[in-house]
């Protein structure tokens, strides 16, 4: 059996621009199939991101700055977490270091409203709209994999 070579060329993503998507908090999309997405998010020392809701799963890998978590624990560099479908979360970066964390997840992710009803979401194909966009406007080729 014959297995095919189905590496694809690196992508640099030190030289990638942010792509913004709220105030303190920004993107790199790396890859979109079916309804996966991995991205790298950036969130700027001192911003919470609000309780939400992931339908899908999400792997995290912390590459720099301490995430506060919800439960109080702190993820660092290094640090893997994993949500499971259904997970109910908040967590805000400290410190003085911007935390970027790459991330692979499925579903969508709802943010809830101080009532715990659902607000604003995203899922798969409404970041690659955004993304695609964001690209076109801005005069950038799109890089993630999957993004055509």
């Known amino acids: 059996m014959n297995a095919a ?3 694809e060329t690196p992508i640099h993503t030190v030289e990638l621009p942010w792509m913004p998507l709220g105030e303190g908090v920004s993107a790199r999309p790396l890859h979109f199939r ?3 997405r ?14 939400h809701r992931h339908d899908g799963h999400v792997h995290a890998l912390g590459l720099s700055g301490r995430r506060r978590l919800g439960d109080g624990s702190v993820a660092g560099p290094g640090d893997y977490v994993f949500e499971p ?11 003085d270091e911007p935390c970027i964390v790459q991330i692979t997840m499925t579903g969508r992710l709802t943010y809830l ?20 966009q964001w690209c076109h406007d801005s005069g950038i080729t799109p890089w993630a994999r999957g993004a055509d």
């Open 85 to 95: 479908a259904g997970n109910v979360d908040s967590w805000a970066c400290e410190g």
């Open 38 to 51: 991995t991205l790298q998010l950036k969130v700027e020392p001192g911003v919470r991101i609000p309780i």
């Open 34 to 36: 079916g309804g996966e």
């Open 113 to 132: 409203g101080a009532d715990g009803g659902d607000g604003a979401w995203t899922d798969t194909p409404k970041l690659h709209r955004l993304y695609l």
């Open 5 to 7: 070579n189905v590496t």
